[in-house]
């Protein structure tokens, strides 16, 4: 019953900014830690960025920190990722996850949205 809805990608120039937005229902929204993760071609599925329940808490990856910002409307039942200076090498499918704990660990997410593609080119 739980769904995860990304909008939000597409085609951006490098050093471009786009903002992704996860719209989640069948479940307590604000019970649960939200992240990010991407995937690109021939490559494992890779952490990005995690919120706490409150939004009290974030955590990147170290290739995102300070480029990349994660966070959560509990009222709208939605958690967002901007992403700022964008790289070629941030081409990728965009996932969010719902998790019962703040990690970084794909495993403990149980639940997926579908994916939003998001690629970085001139």
């Known amino acids: 019953q739980v769904q995860l809805v990304e909008s939000g990608g597409g085609l951006v120039q490098p050093g471009g900014s786009l903002r992704l937005s996860c719209a989640a229902s069948?479940?307590?929204?604000?019970?649960?830690?939200m992240g990010w993760f991407r995937q690109a071609p021939g490559k494992e599925r890779e952490f990005v960025a995690a919120?706490?329940?409150?939004?009290?808490?974030?955590y990147y990856a170290d290739s995102m920190r300070g480029r990349f910002t994660i966070s959560r409307d509990n009222a709208k039942n939605t958690v967002y990722l901007q992403m700022n200076s964008l790289k070629p090498g941030d081409t990728a499918v965009y996932y969010c996850?719902?998790?019962?704990?703040?990690?970084?660990?794909?495993?403990?997410?149980?639940?997926w949205g579908q994916g939003t593609q998001v690629t970085v080119s001139s």
């Open positions: 919120i706490s329940w409150s939004g009290a808490s974030t």
């Open positions: 996850a719902r998790g019962s704990n703040f990690s970084t660990g794909t495993r403990t997410y149980n639940y």
């Open positions: 069948g479940g307590t929204f604000s019970s649960y830690a």
